[in-house]
């Protein structure tokens, strides 16, 4: 995802979360408040920081007056106590954009810091970690990002972009080969085609049919080894499906290329982070 892409896809979310939260109305408490303000995004916790430019795209929709200066870039790591940003404007734009930009920080930060941790996990190997298709509905871009702050690559990010045979093709397709062939004959220019197999028969069948990738789901390190010497170099291999933390090393010394997590977006803890006024 190119800056650009990066920073429309965060106007976008400020606007529709601000939508939310302000409705037309406006901040009916805040705007009590007269003057100018300053104030600061403290961690409360250690983590990696992800959502930076959600937070300078909140600040802008809400005042264009309200400045933000980040002290921590995203993807750095960060401890407890740190001042990651500071906010300078009308105190009443402050106060209305405080919780729109805390959450897209803490979200976000939870998603790049649970990422560092997988991926600290396969440091010394070359097996990757990759996000999956599961993220928060209309949030995927600033999730997706989030994973590559994090040290993680994105995957593919949506059904458009990469062709990939999954266990509900293959059923309806009747088979591997099938499903494969169907997939080939409805696009025309096809560069890579990722098929998911659940056990070593499939994966047989994945191969003689020309799959340039291997998604291993659901299977237990011993047959994820065995599935990886039988392709012997022939495909690049993916695992997936129910990958713990505490699981990633030993599958990544399986010789795989990507280790794919879901959890990465679905069970990321919000990072503790506070906004507090300077007086």
Partial sequence: MTARCYREAAYEAARR???????????????????????????????TLSGAAALEATAALVDPRLGVEQ?????QAFAAGVTLATLRGPLAAIL?????????LCRLSGVATLTARYVAEAA??????????????????????????????????GLFD????????????????????????????LHALEVEVDTLDQLDEALEAG??????DNMDTPTVRAAVERVAGR???????????????????????????????TRAPWIDLSLDLEH
Avoid: C, W
Avoid at 71 to 75: C, L, N, P, S, V
């Fill in 162 to 189: 990469a062709a990939m045979v999954k266990d509900n093709h293959i059923a309806a397709a009747g088979g591997v080969r099938p499903a494969v062939d169907l997939v080939r004959a409805g696009v025309a220019r």
């Fill in 17 to 47: 979360a601000l939508a939310e939260d302000l409705a037309g109305y406006g901040d009916i408490t805040g705007a009590a408040f007269a003057g100018p303000g300053a104030a600061r995004v403290v961690a409360r916790e250690a983590g």
């Fill in 235 to 265: 495909a690049l291999v993916e695992v997936s499906g129910g990958v713990r933390l505490e699981r990633v090393r030993e599958l990544a010394a399986t010789g795989v290329d990507v280790i794919s997590v879901g959890a990465l977006t």
């Fill in 124 to 157: 010394g190997t070359d097996a990757r970690i990759a996000a999956t298709r599961k993220t928060t509905p209309g949030l995927r871009a600033l999730e997706k990002q989030a994973v590559v702050h994090g040290g993680g690559t994105p995957h593919r990010f």
């Fill in 211 to 216: 799959a340039s990738i291997v998604l291993l």
């Fill in 96 to 104: 209305a954009a405080e919780r729109t930009g805390l959450n897209f």
């Fill in 71 to 75: 002290a921590i870039a995203d993807g």
